[in-house]
């Protein structure tokens, strides 16, 4: 159906005058004796567009004007009557969709929990629609950041045999039959699909040093899984992972590509998002815009592991969990950290070895790693990477530490054995970063349809 956009109806002033066809869902309907008011809304912005219907002039089906009915309008563009932008004088309406009166998305505020339960209908709501808007946008500039700088797009396998983060979170991939018997694991997935163990990919990393090790610098944007136990309000089951990798890079690099590329997205978001941007800083985190335009033009903090635990132990009473020298950081410690003490983003770097991942360099000291997690207020952990162990010898004697099957990894060591380089990267949690820039504080609410632990709607 030919049809204009209601963004390009609502603020081109060029526009009026002319006669366009809109079409959308009816968001409010009002009516008087001579004039009646509905308001439509077709996703293309934040602000809907005011069809103003001459009652005298004008014959109407009135389903036309329930509530989530969708219709097509023909109609000329006039400068609004209030406000600034324009409005519709309609001179046809046409109904798409009936909308009855048990449509669940009703004017009165329905809760983010209550929308949970339907989220193939929430999108209709500002907040949702807002939430989507402000992703797509940021997705756009995920890939505008590094196509701008010569990284390239990677599309690592979802399907793997390798557990990157080998925290035993993979979710299994298998054709067997439920009640598939066998005596010995291997013998089970020999007859498997696979012939070996296979599992959803935790994270693109390994094959992005694969590919980082050839073309210098690319990036990961797609889905991991985890099947992790946390029903959290940052954990999903599915979520998605921007992950670069850069040959040549190490720690120092890695952190400065971390906070430049934070700070991009959010001036994009800034720039191009500012209706849904103010309306998340009315309803949703008053300063929101604020917050970001300050961690947009200030320096991120930096603070090494070490140093974190001794801030932390003064405070041990506080926590549920004490801290010492060793321990992994709980996200009341996370929070502590960045909330509290930087009230700002923070690097936090060079953790014990016992506590991350076999990859990561080992730094001279012996006990820690050349890693970093970014905290950020509010949410704690949206960023983990490191320099990676770039010398055969010690990534093996690591892996056998930790009891790995070398085999599975020989690609892996490959790398390391074929002209190895420096190198380092990080994952971003592309929720995590969403629910940051909207300030909506649960996973699911920036998720089509979340996965997590009993969850698949
Ligand atoms: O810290 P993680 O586990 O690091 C990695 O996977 C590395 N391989 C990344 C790399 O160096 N290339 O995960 C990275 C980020 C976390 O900081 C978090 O933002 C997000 O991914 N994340 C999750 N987001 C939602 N739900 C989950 N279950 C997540 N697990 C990690
Ligand atoms: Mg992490």
Same mark, same amino acid.
């Given at each position: 159906? #030919?049809?204009?956009?209601?963004?390009?109806?609502?603020?081109?002033?060029?526009?009026?005058?002319?006669?366009?066809?809109?079409?959308?869902?009816?968001?409010?309907?009002?009516?008087?004796?001579?004039?009646?008011?509905?308001?439509?809304?077709?996703?293309?912005? =934040?602000?809907?567009?005011?069809?103003?219907?001459?009652?005298?002039?004008?014959?109407?089906?009135?389903?036309?004007?329930?509530?989530? &009915?969708?219709?097509?309008?023909?109609?000329?563009?006039?400068?609004?009557?209030?406000?600034?932008?324009?409005?519709?004088?309609?001179?046809?309406? &046409?109904?798409?969709?009936?909308?009855?009166?048990?449509?669940?998305?009703?004017?009165?505020?329905?809760?983010?929990?209550?929308?949970?339960?339907?989220?193939?209908?929430?999108?209709?709501?500002?907040?949702?629609?807002?939430?989507?808007?402000?992703?797509?946008?940021?997705?756009?500039?995920?890939?505008?950041?590094?196509?701008?700088?010569?990284?390239?797009?990677?599309?690592?396998?979802?399907?793997?045999?390798?557990?990157?983060?080998? &925290?035993?979170?993979?979710?299994?991939?298998?054709?067997?039959?439920?009640?598939?018997?066998?005596?010995?694991?291997?013998?089970?997935?020999?007859? /498997? =699909?696979?012939?070996?163990?296979?599992?959803?990919?935790?994270?693109?990393?390994?094959?992005?040093?694969?590919?980082?090790?050839?073309?210098?610098?690319?990036?990961?944007?797609?889905?991991?899984?985890?099947?992790?136990?946390?029903?959290?309000?940052?954990?999903?089951?599915?979520?998605?992972?921007?992950?670069?990798?850069? &040959?040549?890079?190490?720690?120092?690099?890695?952190?400065?590509?971390?906070?430049?590329?934070?700070?991009?997205?959010?001036?994009?978001?800034?720039?191009?998002?500012?209706?849904? %941007?103010?309306?998340?800083?009315?309803?949703?985190?008053?300063?929101?815009?604020?917050?970001?335009?300050?961690?947009?033009?200030?320096? =991120?903090?930096?603070?090494?592991?070490?140093?974190?635990?001794?801030? %932390?132990?003064?405070?041990?009473?506080? +926590?549920? =969990?004490?801290?010492?020298?060793?321990?992994?950081?709980?996200?009341?410690?996370?929070?502590?950290?960045?909330?509290?003490?930087?009230?700002?983003?923070?690097?936090?770097? /060079?953790?014990? #070895?016992?506590?991350?991942?076999?990859?990561?360099?080992?730094?001279?000291?012996?006990?820690?790693?050349?890693?970093?997690?970014?905290?950020?207020?509010?949410?704690?952990?949206?960023?983990?990477?490191?320099?990676?162990?770039?010398?055969?010898?010690?990534?093996?004697?690591?892996?056998?530490?930790?009891?790995? /099957?070398?085999?599975?990894?020989?690609?892996?060591? /490959?790398?390391?054995? +074929?002209?190895?380089?420096?190198?380092?990267?990080?994952?971003?949690?592309?929720?995590?970063?969403?629910?940051?820039?909207?300030?909506?504080?649960?996973?699911?609410?920036?998720?089509?349809?979340?996965?997590?632990?009993?969850?698949?709607?």
């Amino acid at each position: 159906m #030919k049809h204009t956009d209601i963004k390009n109806v609502l603020f081109n002033a060029d526009m009026v005058g002319s006669n366009v066809v809109v079409c959308g869902w009816v968001r409010t309907f009002r009516d008087s004796a001579q004039v009646a008011f509905l308001e439509l809304s077709d996703g293309s912005s =934040f602000q809907k567009l005011q069809v103003v219907i001459d009652k005298n002039a004008l014959q109407f089906d009135p389903e036309c004007t329930k509530l989530g &009915a969708s219709v097509a309008v023909k109609g000329t563009v006039v400068k609004a009557y209030k406000g600034t932008g324009n409005e519709l004088n309609a001179a046809e309406i &046409a109904l798409l969709g009936k909308c009855p009166p048990e449509y669940p998305i009703q004017k009165k505020r329905t809760t983010l929990e209550f929308l949970r339960g339907i989220p193939h209908l929430r999108l209709r709501t500002n907040t949702f629609a807002a939430v989507f808007r402000v992703r797509s946008v940021a997705a756009q500039a995920v890939h505008r950041y590094f196509h701008e700088r010569g990284y390239y797009y990677i599309n690592a396998p979802l399907i793997t045999a390798s557990d990157c983060e080998g &925290a035993g979170e993979m979710f299994r991939v298998t054709t067997r039959p439920w009640n598939a018997v066998a005596k010995t694991e291997e013998e089970y997935y020999k007859n /498997d =699909f696979f012939g070996v163990k296979a599992g959803l990919s935790v994270s693109g990393q390994l094959e992005g040093e694969v590919a980082a090790t050839a073309l210098g610098k690319i990036y990961t944007f797609g889905p991991s899984f985890r099947a992790e136990n946390s029903n959290t309000t940052r954990h999903l089951a599915e979520f998605w992972h921007i992950e670069p990798e850069i &040959a040549f890079a190490e720690l120092p690099d890695v952190i400065e590509i971390a906070e430049d590329m934070l700070k991009y997205l959010i001036r994009a978001l800034l720039e191009e998002c500012p209706d849904e %941007l103010k309306f998340f800083d009315s309803f949703v985190e008053k300063g929101l815009i604020e917050k970001l335009e300050h961690v947009a033009g200030s320096d =991120f903090a930096v603070c090494s592991y070490t140093e974190a635990i001794e801030i %932390l132990k003064k405070e041990n009473a506080r +926590f549920q =969990f004490p801290v010492e020298w060793g321990s992994d950081l709980q996200s009341e410690h996370e929070k502590y950290l960045t909330e509290a003490v930087f009230k700002r983003p923070v690097f936090v770097t /060079d953790y014990p #070895k016992e506590i991350k991942s076999f990859y990561m360099k080992q730094n001279a000291d012996g006990r820690t790693v050349a890693a970093t997690d970014l905290l950020v207020p509010g949410i704690g952990e949206i960023i983990g990477g490191s320099e990676r162990e770039a010398d055969l010898n010690k990534l093996v004697a690591a892996m056998s530490e930790r009891g790995m /099957d070398m085999n599975a990894y020989r690609q892996y060591l /490959d790398l390391r054995r +074929f002209g190895s380089v420096p190198h380092g990267g990080f994952g971003l949690g592309f929720e995590r970063f969403v629910m940051y820039c909207t300030g909506i504080e649960n996973i699911r609410d920036v998720t089509l349809f979340p996965r997590s632990v009993k969850n698949i709607m």
